[in-house]
């Protein structure tokens, strides 16, 4: 009488997220959308960015006047100029990621949204703008530049708003590597990376041989 082999057990039995993360890692235009909501979130930011500063300058230049035309022009186009840079990194990631000649995990994790390269340009706007404000304060409570009190107090009143706004995207932020970190340590923690082999003998089951193929086809 044939003896009926044994069924793996739980231990020997392919681990089904572990062999998606693997076909994951197989397709590189894939490691772009790894963190839907953190790209959405910062591409969100940097447009809002892009409209504030590029508006803002705007808004300063066109009112340029005789009078109070050195700092408006200085200042207005330094946020034209920052708008700008916002928006071509935006079109470089996005080049970089349509054209697929990054194939490295570490370079794209830093290029796409929500990755290092935006961190580092919200680091940077916020340096600026917070320059800007501390200049335009500075020189207004000194009264060096001549004009009326009005002039005075509009270059205060729009260093008082570079300075709010630079320090909104500092604590943004500081807040959005804090939250990063946490949630790197806590999956790590969760799902370490150790390297495995399985090996599949051919002794599975129909269910089995089906719940792995759904799980190939939902994954593709």
Same mark, same amino acid.
């Given at each position: %009488?044939?003896?009926?082999?044994?069924?793996?057990?739980?231990?020997?039995?392919? #681990?089904?997220?572990? %062999?998606?993360? #693997?076909?994951?890692?197989?397709?590189?235009?894939?490691?772009?959308?790894?963190?839907?909501?953190?790209?959405?979130?910062?591409?969100?930011?940097?447009?809002?960015?892009?409209?504030?500063?590029?508006?803002?300058?705007?808004?300063?230049?066109?009112?340029?006047? @005789?009078?109070?035309?050195?700092?408006?022009?200085?200042?207005?186009?330094?946020? =034209?100029?920052?708008?700008?840079?916002?928006?071509?990194?935006?079109?470089?990631?996005?080049?970089?990621?349509?054209?697929? =000649?990054?194939?490295?995990?570490?370079?794209? #994790? %830093?290029?796409?949204?929500?990755?290092?390269?935006?961190?580092?340009?919200?680091?940077?706007?916020?340096?600026?703008?917070?320059?800007?404000?501390?200049?335009?304060?500075?020189?207004?409570?000194?009264?060096?530049?001549?004009?009326?009190?009005?002039?005075?107090?509009?270059?205060?009143?729009?260093?008082? *708003?570079?300075?709010?706004?630079?320090?909104?995207?500092?604590?943004?932020?500081?807040?959005?590597?804090?939250?990063?970190?946490?949630?790197? =340590?806590? @999956?790590?923690?969760?799902?370490?990376?150790? *390297? @495995?082999?399985?090996?599949?003998?051919?002794?599975?089951?129909?269910?089995?041989?089906?719940?792995?193929?759904?799980?190939?086809?939902?994954?593709?």
């Amino acid at each position: %009488m044939p003896q009926m082999e044994p069924l793996p057990s739980s231990r020997n039995r392919p #681990d089904h997220r572990r %062999m998606q993360n #693997d076909l994951l890692e197989e397709h590189t235009e894939l490691w772009w959308f790894t963190d839907p909501v953190k790209s959405v979130l910062c591409y969100s930011l940097a447009v809002l960015l892009i409209l504030a500063c590029g508006i803002g300058g705007i808004v300063l230049l066109s009112t340029t006047t @005789s009078r109070s035309g050195e700092w408006r022009l200085a200042v207005g186009s330094t946020l =034209c100029i920052l708008a700008l840079l916002i928006l071509l990194k935006q079109l470089l990631s996005s080049a970089v990621q349509d054209m697929q =000649c990054v194939h490295r995990r570490e370079h794209i #994790d %830093m290029l796409k949204s929500g990755g290092l390269s935006d961190a580092l340009v919200f680091a940077l706007s916020a340096v600026i703008l917070l320059s800007c404000g501390v200049v335009l304060t500075i020189v207004s409570f000194s009264g060096e530049t001549p004009g009326s009190s009005a002039i005075l107090v509009t270059m205060y009143i729009v260093g008082v *708003i570079l300075i709010v706004l630079a320090g909104i995207i500092l604590c943004g932020l500081l807040l959005y590597v804090l939250v990063t970190l946490c949630r790197s =340590c806590d @999956s790590s923690r969760l799902h370490p990376r150790n *390297i @495995s082999v399985f090996s599949i003998s051919g002794l599975l089951n129909e269910s089995q041989r089906q719940s792995t193929t759904s799980s190939m086809a939902n994954l593709i």
